[in-house]
């Protein structure tokens, strides 16, 4: 049973589309993030939010926004969508402290 | 700049004995390092947490030691199962209390 849901688990889009990718945890954890990882490789932090109406961008650069209007919900959208987005996505939650993440399931981005 | 290296990009072993995970970092001063779990298509899973005041940290069939003068942390899984296959990441907490991610070791237990 997951804490953290990730929406879509696949997405196939064509270049220039717009695309959100959503994001609910139950847990009612302050802390929510956004990591991208390539295959094999290591999760980098994009975006990442200490609460309600608070972003800020992580260590690598992205095109990509967030918004944290609820303490669930932390969409993360791509306004035009091109090959170097395709990607893996992973949501995660965590409570103050210590940082012990939960992870979603990811959604798996590619852009053709 | 800060660098967090774990040991060999595979490692198979074989069923029953003791895996031995390295996690080698340099630049860092971490209040804290942590192991996570990750099968393919699906995200990290938190297993063990440790502090940079404790030595060692014990669950299960899983031991994690922490040195901090060699900046090095070893993740191990006794016992080990073909279950335990997967890739296991060590990750550390930079400047910003926000954690950084190894590029994992991928575990075959082989039965």
């Known amino acids: 049973e997951a804490d953290i849901y990730q929406t879509p688990r696949y997405l196939v889009i064509g270049t220039g589309k717009k695309i959100t990718l959503e994001c609910s945890q139950t847990?009612?954890?302050?802390?929510m993030y956004w990591y991208q990882q390539d295959p094999g490789m290591e999760l980098h932090l994009i975006h990442y939010?200490?609460?309600?109406?608070?972003?800020e961008k992580g260590d690598l650069s992205s095109e990509s926004t967030v918004s944290r209007i609820r303490t669930e919900h932390f969409p993360l959208t791509l306004e035009s969508a091109r090959p170097s987005h395709t990607s893996q996505y992973l949501c995660?939650?965590?409570?103050?402290?210590?940082?012990?993440?939960?992870f979603g399931a990811g959604s798996r981005l590619t852009v053709l | 700049s800060q660098k967090i290296e774990q040991n060999s990009e595979a490692l198979n072993i074989q069923e029953g004995k003791t895996a031995t995970l390295t996690c080698n970092y340099t630049?860092?001063?971490?209040?804290?390092l942590q192991w996570y779990r990750q099968d393919p298509g699906r995200g990290p899973v938190f297993l063990l947490l440790?502090?940079?005041?404790?030595k060692e940290k014990r669950k299960e069939r899983l031991k994690v030691t922490f040195d901090t003068t060699l900046k090095q942390s070893l993740f191990h899984i006794t016992a080990s199962q073909p279950a335990d296959s997967a890739t296991y990441l060590c990750?550390?907490?930079?400047?910003?209390?926000?954690?950084?991610f190894g590029s994992g070791t991928q575990l075959t237990v082989l039965p």
């Open positions: 995660a939650a965590a409570v103050s402290g210590a940082n012990v993440l939960t």
């Open positions: 847990m009612g954890h302050d802390k």
């Open positions: 939010s200490y609460g309600v109406n608070s972003t």
């Open positions: 630049n860092y001063s971490p209040a804290y």
């Open positions: 440790i502090r940079e005041n404790e």
């Open positions: 990750a550390l907490a930079g400047s910003a209390r926000q954690l950084t």
